[in-house]
């Protein structure tokens, strides 16, 4: 087992081409993505041709990142990771390493929750916006004091950079409160708000019908910031995950309370190293990180 914690992205680590240059030079890469091809046909094309109109909209992105992100594992030839963690839709894919998931399953499963989720806020109803260079009691009091609509604590991701999420009418009402300290992502869905709460109900019932194995390693869950270890356990955070907040800073803290300095992340691009570093900064830790 390596003496390392694996992290694995999410939504907005995509980008036309991702994979192809590892489906070519890997064997382990291209057996990975082969089966996601096999469970979903045309996800490789969607993959390394885009266009990147398809790749973005989020029924495609989820299960093509959770592809990604397993094949860049595999190829790693990576010892097994001590412990590990996913951000938002990074998790599925550390359950998939871990054993905990089926690949194939899994792929299914995450194209199921991104359409669960469009499908459950008409377009332009909903939207997200990250707050940049304030403080988590901050993000916390702009999502209770709006008074325009749905307004949710979304992201904690790292010290100075948090996401709010909820209706269209309180993301401007974020915006113009915060100015240029506030920027509009460009999503079409209120990721991890209480609007997919009705459909994250619904999905939890498809998590129900799946099988979940013990991981081989602890993995931290987003939604309590802690390691779960038996397969109810993941199923369970999962349903809650849908609709609650993702809490990576506290993920990662709990992390390096529990002495762990070697991160190593695993994706299409980079998204998670340069949050690993500044929480481990703010706490005053070194860590490693790849």
């Not at 209480?194 to 939604?223: H, Q, R, S, W, Y």
């Not at 992340?265 to 990180?289: C, N, Y």
């Amino acid at each position: 087992m390596g003496d390392y914690v694996a992290l694995f992205t999410g939504q907005g680590s995509q980008f036309v081409g991702m994979g192809s240059e590892l489906y070519e030079a890997s064997p382990a890469a291209r057996e990975v993505m082969d089966e996601a091809e096999a469970a979903l046909p045309g996800l490789k094309a969607l993959c390394f041709e885009g266009p990147a109109e398809e790749l973005t909209l989020t029924v495609n992105q989820q299960p093509t990142v959770l592809a990604v992100d397993v094949a860049v594992f595999r190829a790693s030839g990576a010892a097994a990771p001590q412990a590990g963690a996913g951000h938002s839709l990074g998790e599925y894919a550390a359950l998939v390493v871990a054993g905990s998931l089926d690949f194939a399953t899994a792929v299914l499963l995450v194209r199921a929750r991104a359409q669960s989720m469009q499908e459950a806020v008409p377009a332009g109803t909903g939207g997200m916006v990250v707050l940049l260079k304030g403080d988590l009691e901050e993000a916390k009091a702009a999502a209770a004091e709006a008074t325009a609509g749905i307004c949710d604590l979304a992201n904690v991701n790292c010290p100075g950079q948090y996401v709010l999420s909820g209706e269209t009418s309180a993301m401007q009402e974020i915006l113009d409160r915060f100015g240029r300290r506030a920027r509009l992502l460009p999503v079409s869905v209120p990721f991890h708000s209480t609007m997919l709460t009705d459909a994250g109900a619904e999905f939890a019932k498809v998590l129900d019908d799946t099988p979940f194995e013990d991981p081989a390693f602890p993995i931290v869950c987003n939604v309590d910031a802690i390691a779960v270890t038996t397969g109810a356990a993941a199923r369970d955070a999962l349903k809650r995950q849908f609709a609650g907040s993702v809490l990576w800073q506290q993920s990662i803290e709990h992390l390096l309370e529990q002495g762990y300095r070697r991160f190593r992340e695993f994706g299409p691009k980079s998204t998670l190293e340069r949050m690993v570093k500044a929480i481990a900064k703010e706490r005053g830790d070194e860590v490693e990180t790849t």
